[in-house]
């Protein structure tokens, strides 16, 4: 099989993690599998890039910053390969060039004093390009061949700096040139997650989750057997364990499962990653770099086939919900349209909506982030309703949450949305709102952020998901 396997922040997050993932690749190898290892920068790396950036854009670079990151990979390298003095150097000199070409980025930044998302991109993605020639240096001391490729050669994106889409077409084209020949030999590259180019080189960075959606994008231009995503947590689980002690890992979900938990608020995947996979079919893991021998998740099109009713819940804390109400609202053309045009136009993200069949009220979620420039907006726009009475008021309710339970069979399996309300009610937990779509593969509930985890406990505990 030919598998790539991404590793994560943590589990790359120091010398001895490093170690872990090489021998995690080389006996993948050993056991007959072609590999391509995708990775992360090391953990906090990525964030003391940005705030690098941001200091570096008031005027204000401080080049001990180069230091202190040169140093703590370097520490890496000695402690990996500092036996082998050929190899050492070749991992120093590299490490070298990148935190060279980091420097004279943030000089020059520090000169214009502009920090735009293109040059934001441009540093923020350096932390990969440092890890990624140590894991290669730590599988080849293993006896295993293997380089560093950066993939600016090898994902083509748009120019959406900071959230930039693959061209797969044009990727899956240098993709496979660059690293077919490559595991046909036996060799392991390692791939920079995170970042790709524009079709002319410029440096684009994936955005949240963007170094498994590399290992995603990798996969499916690789026609990959499976993608097996190494993080610190056992997989996909039937709810935080954090709010849930007795959450236990799910085996099989579908992809369709696994969008909806990520969607809202499951830290395993982001949504979006698995899409290039899910396209090709691909199956993905969730493994645990910390505890390699559990099996984990396994992430497919179709799941469990037998499974049926609620999966899984999570939510999504500390939102806000805007509600738009008036009895003057009824048959009154436009008002929901005119809504969603102002939040589209403040390029904010509707976690959930809920509307009332007399049309008297029609309320949405957004994060605490967006939500005040939207409902300023919203005053502003809808102006001439407030004022001729079709809408009341406009309210923003703080500190609340979304709670959802999950699950692809639950469409036509009769009392899943009654026990929901039965649990929360046997909870004394108010539910404010309520969702579901058409596809049944949801139920979201707003609840007041107070109460988010107990309403989790309860509906984990109604649908017994510690049992399996």
């Known amino acids: 099989m030919l598998i790539v396997m991404k590793f994560g922040g943590t589990s790359v997050g120091s010398a001895d993690r490093i170690a872990q993932a090489a021998q995690l690749a080389v006996d993948t190898a050993a056991a007959g599998h072609q590999v391509v290892v995708v990775t992360s920068a090391m953990s906090k790396v990525t964030d003391a890039l940005i705030a690098a950036a941001r200091q570096a854009s008031t005027g204000d670079w401080d080049p001990t910053l180069r230091e202190e990151l040169f140093n703590r990979h370097k520490a890496v390298a000695d402690a990996l390969v500092g036996g082998d003095a050929a190899r050492h150097a070749a991992v120093v000199d590299a490490l070298g060039q990148r935190l060279e070409r980091f420097e004279k980025l943030c ?15 441009a540093i923020s993605g350096t932390g990969e390009m440092l890890a990624a020639p140590l894991i290669a240096a730590a599988i080849a001391a293993r006896g295993t061949p293997s380089s560093a490729v950066d993939a600016t050669g090898l994902i083509v994106t748009t120019d959406q700096f900071g959230g930039a889409e693959p061209l797969m077409d044009d990727t899956r084209a240098r993709t496979r040139a660059r ?15 995170f970042i790709g180019a524009t079709a002319d080189g410029v440096m684009t960075t994936l955005g949240r989750g963007g170094s498994d959606y590399s290992a995603s994008i990798v996969g499916a231009a690789l026609d990959a057997d499976e ?6 947590v056992d997989g996909v689980m039937t709810a935080n364990p954090a709010e ?14 696994a969008s909806e938990l990520a969607y809202y608020g499951a830290k395993v995947l982001h949504y979006k990653t698995i899409l290039p996979a899910f396209r090709q079919r691909i199956p993905v893991r969730i493994l645990n770099s ?9 992430v497919t099109v179709e799941g469990h086939p037998s499974a049926r009713g609620v999966k899984a819940v999570t939510s999504i804390r500390g939102v806000i919900l805007v509600a738009i109400s008036g009895t003057g609202m009824q048959g009154i053309p436009g008002i929901v349209a005119k809504t969603f045009d102002v939040v589209a136009a403040q390029q904010a ?3 959930m909506i809920s509307q009332a069949s007399s049309e008297n009220n029609i309320c949405f979620v957004l994060s605490a982030a967006e939500a005040p420039r939207v409902v300023a907006a919203l005053r502003s726009a809808l102006e001439f309703e407030l004022m001729r009475g079709h809408i009341d008021e406009i309210t923003a309710e703080q500190q609340v949450a979304i709670v ?4 692809d069979r639950m469409r036509g399996t009769p009392g899943i949305a009654a026990t929901v309300f039965g649990a929360l009610g046997t909870a004394g937990i108010n539910v404010i709102a309520i969702s579901q779509g058409s596809s049944e593969r949801n139920i979201s509930l707003v609840v007041t952020d107070r109460d988010a985890a107990g309403a989790v406990r309860a509906i984990h505990r109604a649908f017994q998901l510690d049992k399996g």
Do not use: C, K
């Open 244 to 257: 849930v002690p007795e959450a236990r890992t799910l085996p099989d979900v579908s992809y369709s499962e």
């Open 179 to 193: 690293l077919q020949p490559a595991v046909s030999r036996g060799e392991i590259p390692v791939v920079t997650g």
């Open 107 to 121: 000089f020059g930044l520090s000169m214009v004093r502009e920090l735009t998302p293109r040059l934001l991109d």
């Open 349 to 351: 993200n509707v976690l």
């Open 227 to 232: 993608v097996w995503i190494w993080t610190d």
């Open 290 to 298: 910390f505890n390699p021998a559990h099996p984990g998740t396994r």
């Open 404 to 407: 959802a339970a999950v699950g």
